[in-house]
């Protein structure tokens, strides 16, 4: 029977699986060890006071149930563990005040703590009977060992959904702008290639404004970096709170601003532009300063994506805001 086990749980340690399964697959062989009629894994939240059956195997009619919670303070398992006696085959006698274990008549039981790598305890595994059986040192010998290897996989997972979530959040911040919070030139680029990509094959065109803040540097100059970077905050939740869905709204750095979307109607482009112009211009409250905005340069083009890709798109975009921005100071120096 020991050589069949350890086969087994080299087999089942080879392959690559999720911690339940895991689990599973070691409390069926715990069953084959003991003979008990239940064997179980449980997590025990000893801030709440609470143990929960994670995983349970039921070869019988005494059934342990999945997701069960109890007060910590009335199981078998903290009587075993506060007076480390981690087996009794005649439990009514030996712990005659839990009542659950009356309840489902649990005459043998057999436990481990479930230790984690830094001494933290996770909960018990464990195997209980209403039939007698003697001790076993086997079964003992098998059960620490499930028990050390479910608390191996445990930090194993945990370890991978930490770098998970790590490698989430720098992807995160890899493309978002640190200041605005909005996508960053990197992330306009690729989410420029995509929308275009999507519009191409609706056969749609697709907006793509350039936007440069006419003088940014007086704003810094004048009431301090810490206004400037505020206005820039507020530009961009500007923007952001009139583009919906699939929408592209970016930084590109300093004091220019991407937005795209794709075309709905032949007469947007104008309406576009027009909205753009009204969101950005304006009062604004920086840092304790009063500022009324007059405007910036837009450059705003429609673009087929079978005739002009994403960069060729920026680039058009940029050299329409730079033909707007000389209109605009022509129209200043004449008024």
Not at 9 to 16: F, G, N, W, Y
Not at 144 to 151: E, K, N, R
């Amino acid at each position: 029977m020991s050589d069949i086990i350890l086969a087994r749980v080299s087999q089942t340690l080879a392959t690559e699986q999720t911690l339940e399964s895991l689990v599973r697959q070691l409390l069926e062989m715990l069953e084959m060890v003991t003979n008990m009629e239940s064997t179980y894994l449980t997590r025990v939240d000893t801030g709440a006071r609470l143990q929960q059956i994670v995983y349970a195997r039921n070869s019988s009619e005494m059934q342990i149930p999945e997701g069960f919670t109890v007060p910590w303070d009335d199981t078998l398992c903290k009587r075993a563990v506060d007076e480390e006696h981690y087996f009794s085959n005649d439990v009514p006698a030996r712990w005659p005040e839990c009542q659950a274990a009356q309840q489902l008549g649990i005459n043998t039981f057999f436990t481990t703590p479930v230790h984690l790598a830094d001494g933290s305890f996770y909960g018990t595994l464990c195997a209980s009977s209403r039939d007698v059986h003697n001790f076993s040192i086997n079964s003992e010998h098998v059960l620490q060992l499930f028990a050390s290897l479910i608390a191996r996989y445990i930090e194993k997972e945990s370890l991978v959904e930490q770098l998970r979530e790590a490698n989430a959040a720098l992807i995160a911040h890899s493309y978002t702008d640190s200041l605005t919070g909005l996508a960053n030139r990197r992330a306009v680029y690729e989410q420029l290639d995509a929308l275009f990509a999507h519009s191409g094959k609706n056969r749609s065109r697709v907006l793509v404004a350039f936007i440069d803040l006419d003088d940014f540097k007086e704003i810094n100059d004048v009431h301090g970096h810490q206004a400037g970077d505020e206005f820039l905050i507020q530009v961009g939740q500007r923007l952001s709170s009139v583009m919906t869905g699939e929408d592209i709204v970016g930084r590109l750095g300093g004091d220019e601003f991407l937005v795209a979307c794709e075309m709905t109607s032949s007469g947007q482009k104008q309406s576009f532009i027009e909205l753009l112009r009204r969101q950005i211009s304006g009062h604004y409250l920086l840092a304790g300063h009063s500022l009324h905005y007059p405007g910036a340069s837009i450059g705003a083009i429609d673009v087929n994506p079978a005739e002009m890709d994403a960069e060729s798109a920026i680039q058009a975009a940029d050299a329409a805001m730079y033909l707007d921005k000389k209109a605009r100071q022509r129209m200043s120096v004449a008024s």
